[in-house]
């Protein structure tokens, strides 16, 4: 089944976010966290790519487990700015060969020391997706930036190319997290207005120690607002505490998006089956309705 068939059916849609190993020796842990999340009966299970590709072999190995052992939809993660064109079209055979249906396009990190743009790689997602659409019959989706992607200084700019990407053939989009909701209905309404209709899944990170925040912050360049800050200088010196905070906080954020309308939910869990559980038991009448 794809992905975009279960978001266009009426109620409520929640998936989660899981990360190959960085070693070999990590796989089976991966493994069970994947088969701990799947319990929760997710409508799909994302897989990353890793950076610069260097988990890409296992991708398609967990895609397939969720798929085929676990009976949940999964979504393969595939950046390109990392491997040649040839590299890629080899990974994009390789998942319709596991049977992956569904494929979340990215441009990827440009790997340290190397020559960007490379005449032999694709330099942009909307290059990936045209790509994919020439493989065969995939659902394909895109990340968005409701804060607007750090390399771009307009947010014009970047929606006008988001546009781009979506028309070479995206199927959803799913934002880069965010932690005040008022930034994506915003996005929202800028998005729709430039003619963007798909799907649009707000990425919900739940924060649950001030390391993480911190790396949050570097990678995204995401704004905290004064309400989290608050949350993170009363609890962050106490792990439990700053946990249970975290997760109330993204329960929050996501209570707020359903009460207004959004019904398809991405959560980055990082791993983490007690974080995507106690989000859920949160959730539990909620996601009734």
Not at 38 to 61: C, D, E, H, R
């Amino acid at each position: 089944m794809k992905i975009i068939d279960k978001l266009n059916q009426k109620g409520i849609h929640i998936s989660f976010e899981v990360f190959p190993p960085k070693t070999d020796a990590g796989f089976d842990k991966v493994l069970s966290a994947t088969d701990e999340i799947a319990k929760l009966n997710p409508s799909y299970i994302s897989v990353t790519y890793g950076a610069g590709g260097g988990t890409s072999k296992n991708t398609a190995k967990i895609a397939s487990h969720i798929k085929d052992d676990l009976g949940v939809m999964s979504l393969a993660h595939l950046t390109c700015a990392s491997s040649t064109k040839e590299e890629v079209g080899e990974v994009i055979e390789n998942l319709k060969a596991h049977g992956i249906e569904n494929i979340l396009a990215l441009r990827g990190d440009i790997p340290e020391g190397m020559t960007f743009p490379d005449g032999d790689r694709f330099h942009y997602a909307y290059e990936l997706v045209q790509e994919i659409k020439k493989h065969g019959d995939f659902c394909i989706g895109a990340a968005c930036y409701p804060e607007g992607h750090v390399e771009q200084e307009h947010k014009e700019d970047d929606i006008r190319y988001l546009k781009q990407k979506v028309d070479s053939g995206v199927d959803f989009l799913t934002t880069q997290m965010f932690f005040d909701n008022d930034i994506h209905y915003n996005f929202l309404y800028r998005i729709r207005e430039a003619g963007i209709t798909v799907p649009v899944l707000p990425g919900i990170m739940p924060i649950t120690s001030a390391a993480q925040m911190k790396r949050s912050q570097e990678l995204s360049g995401t704004v905290f607002p004064r309400r989290f800050l608050a949350i993170l200088d009363r609890f962050g010196s106490s792990p439990e505490a700053m946990k249970q905070a975290g997760i109330a906080y993204a329960t929050d954020q996501i209570i707020d998006l359903l009460a207004n309308g959004v019904n398809n939910i991405h959560i980055y869990s990082m791993n983490k089956p007690e974080i995507a559980i106690a989000i859920m038991n949160n959730l539990s009448e909620i996601t009734k309705c």
